[in-house]
């Protein structure tokens, strides 16, 4: 498990995502597809960084793997928001951090990237939750992404 410091993330922050994400979790499929969607449309070229989409002849919501991938990337996402305070750091299920960070690296990911990605699933979340929605809702996902984002980032180098 990699781990990051976790400051600044507060006891009312974490009850706004667990309270969102318990509410979004049966969806997070369709959600992922939907995150995935907004960040190609935001970046196009964003599809390059992704091999299984280099030559797909299909509609992106038709790729039989994109799906699994934006599941997994929404799941990661916002179980590490979830345990954020618990924990008291970044966690990651699946995959650890060096090796996402080795992966981010290889396939060339840029500060723009996270933030397209940032954008899109604050969005993602706010059309899924819209109820719910709130300034310090968006806040508290935002400082959870950040802080997954950073400790990503800390770990982009080539994979030894």
């Given at each position: ?71 997994s990337v ?50 993602t ?36």
């Amino acid at each position: 498990m990699g781990t990051l410091d976790t400051k600044g993330f507060t006891e009312e922050q974490e009850a706004l995502v667990v309270k969102s994400w318990n509410a979004m979790k049966k969806n997070s499929a369709e959600l992922g597809l939907k995150l995935f969607l907004k960040i190609f449309e935001i970046a196009p070229s964003a599809q390059k960084l992704f091999s299984f989409l280099k030559d797909s002849k299909v509609p992106l919501e038709k790729n039989t793997k994109l799906k699994p991938h934006a599941m997994s990337v929404f799941l990661m996402t916002c179980e590490s928001a979830v345990q954020l305070r618990k924990s008291g750091k970044v966690t990651v299920r699946e995959s650890s951090l060096k090796k996402l960070g080795a992966n981010h690296f290889k396939y060339g990911v840029v500060d723009e990237h996270f933030e397209v990605t940032k954008f899109a699933l604050l969005e993602t979340i706010k059309e899924a939750v819209p109820e719910m929605w709130s300034p310090a809702m968006k806040n508290a996902w935002g400082e959870a992404y950040d802080q997954l984002v950073n400790a990503i980032k800390s770990e982009m180098k080539p994979s030894s």
